[in-house]
T-cell receptor, first 109, second 115 residues
Framework: GQSLEQPSEVTAVEGAIVQMNCTYQTSGFYGLSWYQQHDGGAPTFLSYNALDGLEETGRFSSFLSRSDSYGYLLLQELQMKDSASYFCVVRSGNTPLVFGKGTRLSVIA | GAGVSQSPSNKVTEKGKDVELRCDPISGHTALYWYRQSLGQGLEFLIYFQGNSAPDKSGLPSDRFSAERTGGSVSTLTIQRTQQEDSAVYLC?????????????FGEGSWLTVV
């Protein structure tokens, strides 16, 4: 089967940097995605890593280590609007995408 | 359409009644997913359609739940004899194949309340 572990909550200060971790167990791993979901909204795609290393998109970066079955999402220059839930998602072969339980990020002034 | 469309957006039903939730995926997307999310919780996989392959129903919580996808496009999720624990938002998502299939696009969800 597949499983993902994420911390349930993280609090960070506006303007700071926050890292949200994800560890996974799966067979036939293809890649790791990250989705953002604001309260009452639908999840939206942030990033995808198929290879080891760091992918950067503006203030958001995502990292993957396939050998460690580990990834993280890094948010820089935090803004209040970044308060949301962040889900890591595993893609394995033709199986459905499996979502972690998500990390709820609270950005405080 | 431009995005994934779901209907109804909100549904209140009495315990024991059947409900149907509809999903219209992005045109051309071959993969379609149904997930369920209870308040403050993660996404629970329900069912997955990929092209003409047999659907992956491994996430359906009981035989009261079923789904079909007609003509490779619109999908309907049916919940029979609804129970209060079925109250949740039901999210539909679609994706294309190949590398771009790494991104799935969600609809706004159907919020179901069973009273």
């Amino acid at each position: 089967g597949q499983s993902l572990e994420q911390p349930s909550e993280v609090t960070a200060v506006e303007g700071a940097i926050v890292q949200m971790n994800c560890t996974y167990q799966t067979s036939g791993f293809y890649g790791l995605s990250w989705y953002q979901q604001h309260d009452g909204g639908a999840p939206t795609f942030l990033s995808y890593n198929a290879l080891d290393g760091l992918e950067e998109t503006g203030r958001f970066s995502s990292f993957l280590s396939r050998s460690d079955s580990y990834g993280y999402l890094l948010l820089q220059e935090l803004q209040m609007k970044d308060s949301a839930s962040y889900f890591c998602v595993v893609r394995s072969g033709n199986t459905p995408l499996v979502f972690g339980k998500g990390t709820r990020l609270s950005v405080i002034a | 359409g431009a995005g994934v469309s779901q209907s109804p957006s909100n549904k209140v039903t009495e315990k024991g009644k059947d409900v149907e939730l509809r999903c219209d995926p992005i045109s051309g997307h071959t993969a379609l997913y149904w997930y369920r999310q209870s308040l403050g919780q993660g996404l629970e996989f329900l069912i997955y359609f990929q092209g003409n392959s047999a659907p992956d129903k491994s996430g359906l919580p009981s035989d009261r739940f079923s789904a079909e996808r007609t003509g490779g496009s619109v999908s309907t999720l049916t919940i029979q004899r609804t129970q209060q624990e079925d109250s949740a938002v039901y999210l539909c998502a679609s994706s294309s194949t190949g590398a771009s299939g790494n991104t799935i696009y969600f609809g706004e969800g159907s919020w179901l309340t069973v009273v």
